[in-house]
């Protein structure tokens, strides 16, 4: 194919995408049947609107009962005649130590998208940038390279919640527009793996324009500046690690050595607490309080919860070696986290006094590099490679260091797991062990690690 | 981590290969990568093999995850641990901190999409380049239930894999084939290399080292 064949393929695909989604499930809807789930019955569904079934991962016992106590509902029932006092005199709380406190107690359900709503003050956005969402969305239709990635990835984001579960459905059509109009916006990030996760969760509280300047809010301000993260090398990333390295130097050095020494390094646990403030490795409705706090607090929540998340279950992954370290910080905590959630919330909230006597709560403002440069919204005719969605052969200069960057790190976690672990417990970097003294033929039972990490 | 070795399968392993884990000689350890553009299935397979699931949704991989699962071949116990790897292109810098170390890979293309088999090709290049000089690649064709879509045509993919000296296979991580087979084959052939290896270093006596490697030998001769 020619350079404008291939520029025909890319742009027949993007307009086959966007007229799907456009079209919804109307009349003569044309939906593989595998996108849509068949008839079921489901099991239960809990408050969030997630489906409980034995066969999908949300599933979990503790939130099927959590939907059945009538008392978590009725201490939110009384919460929720405060909350709605204060949300009419909002102007009078904004800053206090009381709405610091009650949102640190959670805020009510039903009143959540309200609250995220003024905390981020979206409708001031809203008036301020009147059209600016509908054009970047028409934009993304005509436009967007990444249309293709993000239709992949809106057909698998959370298809356990009720919202997103029908392909094409209202929710799928916001999550594809609100996604697509970003990429058009900060062409930066464009679109990155990781924030359809975060449209749809705010997709579960708020229209598709506030959605939409809400993610806008969260890349960009200052309090915030998930930008840093997302960009190619994910420099933020790189940043936030190592402050949690001197973190944990300091206040969990036991639970480092013992992370170091089995091999799990930083970089392999953090990247879905810093991209997705903690979704889905906590179970979803503490999720949704720690959210609750990173937007009214900022940034200086995802370092807090790191060390909280350690520091609370530091016990626990002091008795596991790393299969089960890795195990229980990917997948065990989503489903049962071991502790209440009040309980770790009031100790997220002591983490946060303790990281902030010691000056470690906030990692100091962005270097210049984690920052936008560009101005937003404006639009600009994606090159051919980008159009086309070829691959660049080389790395960018941010990649290249981002690459090294996180060859030393693995060098280093494997050196450290090297030295500290003494020869007789074996470890990747050992080579062969053998426990019986027979050495003229292979012995009956040794474990072969590999060497070269 | 002395325990990391034991023998039998994990919590999650299927019946069948726990029911082997705990017999037999030798415990293998080997760190696998899974690599490949977004969406070709790379979790799937992964999830077929571990735990015997396929979901339809499968969730997009942010970063990467870690999972393990233990084969029985013959006298040795393999225990593959599994990192699956995002496909974004973005996220290719990270890459390094998934392979680096690894004795394997499973490089994943979808059948019915041309482009991911170019893809696929460029990840098999920088593993020649980058990764351990000796690790057993692998090149799996996913989706292959997908034949009336396909795009990348049998043929062309194996003559690609035997020119680069790669395992091959087409699977289906939907309908379970070739799923266990590939990681069994990419097993056999890593244990044969480092039993070999291994096996030399461990002998003491000259004799003993001989006697060795001509029983791996023979018994690789006869098992072609």
């Not at chain 1, 989604?21 to 809990?46: K, N, Q, T």
């Not at chain 2, 292109?89 to 999409?113: C, F, K, W």
Request: glycine share 6%; net charge positive.
């Amino acid at each position: 194919m020619n350079d404008e064949e291939l520029v025909q393929r890319a742009a027949d695909e993007r307009a086959a995408i966007v007229a799907k989604y456009r079209h919804g499930r109307r009349d003569g809807a044309v939906i593989d049947s595998w996108e849509d789930p068949s008839f079921e019955i489901y099991h239960v569904l809990d408050r969030y609107g997630f489906i409980h079934d034995k066969n999908n991962k949300h599933f979990s016992n503790e939130r099927i009962s959590e939907t059945l106590d009538p008392n978590v509902v009725k201490v939110e029932m009384l919460r929720v005649k405060k909350w709605v006092k204060m949300l009419r005199h909002w102007d009078s709380v904004v800053g206090s130590e009381k709405l610091k406190r009650r949102v640190f107690k959670g805020i009510p359900n039903s009143l959540r998208g309200q609250v995220w709503s003024k905390v981020l003050d979206l409708s001031t956005i809203r008036e301020q940038q009147h059209g600016k969402y509908q054009e970047m969305r028409d934009l993304a239709w005509r436009w967007s390279p990444d249309i293709r990635q993000i239709d992949l990835d809106v057909n698998r984001t959370y298809r356990d919640h009720i919202m997103f579960r029908e392909r094409y459905n209202l929710k799928q059509q916001e999550l594809f527009n609100v996604l697509g109009a970003y990429s058009m916006y900060n062409l930066e990030i464009g679109y990155c793996q990781g924030m359809s996760q975060i449209a749809a969760l705010l997709l579960m509280y708020l229209d598709e324009e506030d959605a939409f300047w809400a993610l806008s809010v969260l890349v960009s301000d200052r309090k915030y500046n998930m930008h840093g993260f997302f960009i190619p090398g994910f420099p933020k990333l790189l940043r936030y690690q190592e402050h949690h390295d001197k973190i944990m130097q300091k206040f969990l050095p036991k639970l480092k050595k013992h992370l170091d020494k089995n091999g799990v390094d930083t970089g392999i646990y953090t990247l879905k607490w810093f991209f997705q403030c903690f979704l889905d490795r906590i179970p979803f409705r503490l999720t949704l309080r720690v959210w609750d706090v990173y937007l009214l607090m900022g940034e200086r929540i995802l370092t807090a919860m790191a060390y909280n998340l350690l520091k609370l279950h530091r016990r626990k992954l002091l008795s596991l070696g790393m299969d089960e370290i890795l195990q229980f910080l990917q997948v065990h905590l989503e489903k049962k986290f071991e502790v209440d959630d009040d309980v770790a919330m009031e100790s997220l909230s002591h983490c946060l006094d303790d990281l902030k006597k010691n000056k470690l709560d906030y990692p100091g403002p962005p270097p210049p590099n984690e920052l936008p440069r560009r101005p937003f919204g404006l639009f600009k005719e994606p090159s051919f490679e980008h159009k086309v969605g070829r691959r660049s052969s080389e790395f960018s200069a941010v990649e290249r260091s981002a690459r090294e960057s996180v060859v030393l790190r693995r060098d280093a976690a494997s050196a450290a797991a090297l030295a500290e672990s003494p020869v007789q417990e074996g470890h990747p970097n050992g080579h062969a062990r053998h426990s019986h003294g027979d050495n003229t033929t292979l012995p009956g039972k040794y474990i072969l690690y590999s060497s070269r990490l | 981590m002395a325990n990391r070795g034991g023998p039998g399968g994990r919590p999650n392993g299927t019946a069948q290969q726990q029911q082997g884990g705990g017999g037999g000689g030798r415990i293998c350890q080997f760190k696998l990568v899974l690599l490949g553009e977004s969406a070709v299935g790379k979790s799937s397979l992964v999830l077929r093999f571990v735990k015997g699931q396929f979901h339809e949704y499968q969730e997009s991989t942010i970063g990467a995850a870690f999972l393990t699962q233990t084969l029985c071949l013959e006298d040795t116990t393999v225990k593959f641990e599994i990192w699956d790897t995002a496909g974004q292109e973005r996220y290719h810098s990270l890459a390094p901190m998934y392979y680096r170390g690894a004795q394997a890979a499973i490089v994943v293309y979808d059948v019915t999409n041309q482009d991911t088999f170019g893809r696929a090709k460029t990840w098999v290049k920088e593993l020649q380049r980058h990764a351990s000089p000796n690790i057993v690649i692998a090149l799996a064709g996913n989706k292959a239930d997908l034949s009336n879509k396909r795009n990348v045509e049998l043929d062309e993919a194996k003559a690609y894999a035997e020119e680069n000296g790669l395992l091959f296979m087409e699977t289906s991580a939907k309908t379970a084939v070739n799923v266990n087979e590939i990681f069994q084959e990419i097993g056999e052939s890593i244990v044969g290399l480092f039993v070999l290896v291994v096996g030399i270093q461990i002998c003491r006596s000259e004799q003993s080292r001989l006697n060795y490697v001509s029983k791996i030998v023979y018994s690789l001769w006869y098992r072609k």
